[in-house]
């Protein structure tokens, strides 16, 4: 009988083909969507997991998390720069690491910060850490070799930026992977970007700073003036201790800082203490949880979508099978005059629709998978942000739900064929 049905399948070969890619784009279709929804919750998660706390001013959580986290271009307002030397003094904080965005350097973003952050992120792969005004460290993904030479350029070149040409940071140590936005930034000492843009700390008899623009901004300084601060620039530095002495009691505004904590209990209590009408502690797991349930919505309709297209196509290949067994009464009725019985009949009709689209689900998950492999590939080296493809046990149960789905709508055309009458067939 398995002889027959494929002999009988490869003499109708272009119908079944059809009948296999229709069923193989639609299947396709729905696990590209959900693959790669999955893809952006693990990597986005996973690339959060490093950062505990991030305080910064008030306004969008949302915001904050991309800019800070993801390094996603957006002007961020700045906090008063007491809140630096605070956190560094509280004996509640492992570390706390400023981050000041604004410049790039083909099409990587130069951030500014402190070594703290830079060991918090990961080990370094080659070279050393920056220890001097005009030194940086890049991000594994940087196409750069150490000792190159970069000059920044104020915000986004393809966006009308210009270029810093009075410094020049020189790699001197590469990350190791991270699977994180940073592993496409240049990290530099956040006291050279406050030099050069003139955002040098400046302290009054009440103790505050007049520095209120965004570093994405430009602030009229004389570049050469703010060069001198950072000139040829390579004085030695203590990138975390100069936070606090170097650069005088209040160093300028910040748009964000990022907090390790001590403890989970510390954690929640320095949240609760920076969520005031000057600044915005937020956990970054929230934030993504409510971004997770936007996404959510999304993928309700896409999947919605896909279902709809999956139904359509299965209606489809209902009403092509019906018709394709009207046009083979005679074969059947051939069969039954040989002497099949019918439950043979049944068998070959039911097991030839069946093991097409069993064919195209097959394919259409193998589809799905690869679609996904290079979207999630693409959005990766965009941004940086490691997103892993992989099949959960949810999938499989999704692929037995199709195959059970499938096993019934082949059960039609095998009933009709069931029972039809050998006379009727030849005589048709």
């Given at each position: 009988?398995?002889?027959?049905i494929?002999?009988?399948?490869?003499?109708?070969?272009?119908?079944s083909?059809?009948?296999?890619?229709?069923?193989?784009?639609?299947?396709?279709?729905?696990?590209?969507?959900?693959?790669q929804?999955?893809?952006?919750?693990?990597?986005?998660?996973?690339?959060?997991?490093?950062?505990?706390?991030?305080?910064?001013?008030?306004?969008?959580?949302?915001?904050?998390?991309?800019?800070?986290?993801f390094?996603q271009?957006?002007?961020?307002?700045?906090?008063?720069?007491?809140?630096?030397?605070?956190?560094?003094?509280?004996?509640?904080?492992?570390?706390?690491?400023?981050?000041?965005?604004?410049?790039?350097?083909?099409?990587?973003?130069?951030?500014?910060?402190?070594?703290?952050?830079?060991?918090?992120?990961?080990?370094?792969?080659?070279?050393?850490?920056?220890?001097?005004?005009?030194?940086?460290?890049?991000?594994?993904?940087?196409?750069?070799p150490?000792?190159?030479?970069?000059?920044?350029?104020?915000?986004?070149?393809?966006?009308?930026?210009?270029?810093?040409?009075?410094?020049?940071y020189?790699?001197?140590?590469?990350?190791?992977?991270?699977?994180?936005?940073?592993?496409?930034?240049?990290?530099v000492?956040?006291?050279?970007?406050?030099?050069?843009?003139?955002?040098?700390?400046?302290?009054?008899?009440?103790?505050?700073h007049?520095?209120?623009?965004?570093?994405?901004?430009?602030?009229?300084?004389?570049?050469?003036?703010?060069?001198?601060?950072?000139?040829?620039?390579?004085?030695?530095?203590?990138?975390?201790?100069?936070?606090?002495?170097?650069?005088?009691?209040?160093?300028?505004?910040?748009?964000?800082?990022?907090?390790?904590?001590?403890?989970?209990?510390?954690?929640?209590k320095?949240?609760?203490?920076?969520?005031?009408?000057?600044?915005?502690?937020?956990?970054?797991?929230?934030?993504?949880?409510?971004?997770?349930?936007?996404l959510?919505?999304?993928?309700?309709?896409?999947?919605?979508?896909?279902?709809?297209?999956?139904?359509?196509?299965?209606?489809?290949?209902?009403?092509?099978?019906?018709?394709?067994?009207g046009?083979?009464?005679?074969?059947?009725g051939?069969?039954?005059?040989?002497?099949?019985?019918?439950?043979?009949?049944?068998?070959?009709?039911?097991?030839?629709?069946?093991?097409?689209?069993?064919?195209?689900?097959?394919?259409?998950?193998?589809?799905?998978?690869?679609?996904?492999?290079?979207?999630?590939?693409?959005?990766?080296?965009?941004?940086?942000?490691?997103?892993?493809?992989?099949?959960?046990?949810?999938?499989?149960?999704?692929?037995?739900?199709?195959?059970?789905?499938?096993?019934?709508?082949?059960?039609?055309?095998?009933?009709?064929?069931?029972?039809?009458?050998?006379?009727?067939?030849?005589?048709?």
């Amino acid at each position: 009988m398995i002889g027959f049905i494929l002999a009988d399948l490869r003499r109708l070969w272009a119908g079944s083909l059809v009948v296999v890619l229709l069923v193989a784009l639609a299947t396709a279709l729905g696990v590209a969507v959900t693959l790669q929804e999955r893809a952006l919750r693990l990597g986005s998660a996973r690339a959060a997991d490093k950062f505990d706390l991030v305080i910064g001013a008030p306004g969008s959580e949302t915001q904050l998390i991309l800019s800070s986290i993801f390094l996603q271009p957006s002007p961020l307002p700045l906090m008063d720069g007491t809140v630096l030397p605070r956190l560094l003094a509280d004996p509640r904080v492992a570390s706390a690491a400023p981050v000041g965005f604004g410049d790039s350097f083909g099409g990587y973003p130069v951030v500014g910060t402190s070594t703290g952050l830079v060991h918090q992120l990961e080990v370094l792969a080659e070279g050393r850490v920056f220890a001097a005004l005009g030194e940086a460290v890049a991000g594994s993904a940087v196409d750069l070799p150490i000792g190159y030479a970069v000059k920044p350029t104020h915000g986004l070149a393809e966006r009308g930026g210009h270029a810093h040409t009075e410094l020049a940071y020189r790699i001197v140590g590469r990350l190791e992977p991270t699977g994180t936005a940073w592993d496409r930034a240049i990290l530099v000492p956040m006291q050279a970007v406050w030099a050069l843009h003139g955002m040098e700390a400046e302290s009054d008899a009440d103790g505050r700073h007049d520095h209120a623009d965004d570093l994405e901004h430009d602030h009229g300084h004389s570049h050469d003036e703010a060069a001198s601060g950072a000139k040829a620039g390579h004085a030695p530095i203590d990138a975390d201790a100069a936070l606090n002495e170097d650069w005088g009691k209040v160093p300028p505004g910040l748009p964000a800082i990022l907090v390790k904590p001590k403890s989970i209990a510390d954690a929640y209590k320095l949240r609760q203490e920076y969520r005031d009408t000057e600044t915005l502690a937020v956990f970054p797991g929230e934030v993504l949880t409510n971004l997770y349930a936007t996404l959510g919505d999304a993928k309700r309709v896409l999947v919605a979508v896909t279902t709809g297209a999956q139904v359509l196509v299965a209606a489809a290949i209902l009403l092509v099978t019906i018709l394709h067994v009207g046009q083979r009464r005679r074969q059947i009725g051939a069969l039954r005059a040989f002497g099949a019985p019918r439950r043979a009949v049944f068998v070959i009709v039911w097991s030839e629709l069946f093991a097409l689209i069993a064919a195209g689900v097959l394919i259409g998950f193998s589809l799905g998978f690869g679609a996904a492999k290079f979207i999630a590939g693409y959005l990766s080296g965009e941004s940086g942000v490691a997103m892993p493809v992989v099949f959960a046990a949810g999938d499989g149960l999704l692929m037995s739900l199709i195959l059970a789905f499938a096993a019934i709508l082949a059960v039609l055309p095998a009933v009709l064929a069931y029972r039809q009458s050998p006379a009727a067939a030849l005589r048709a």
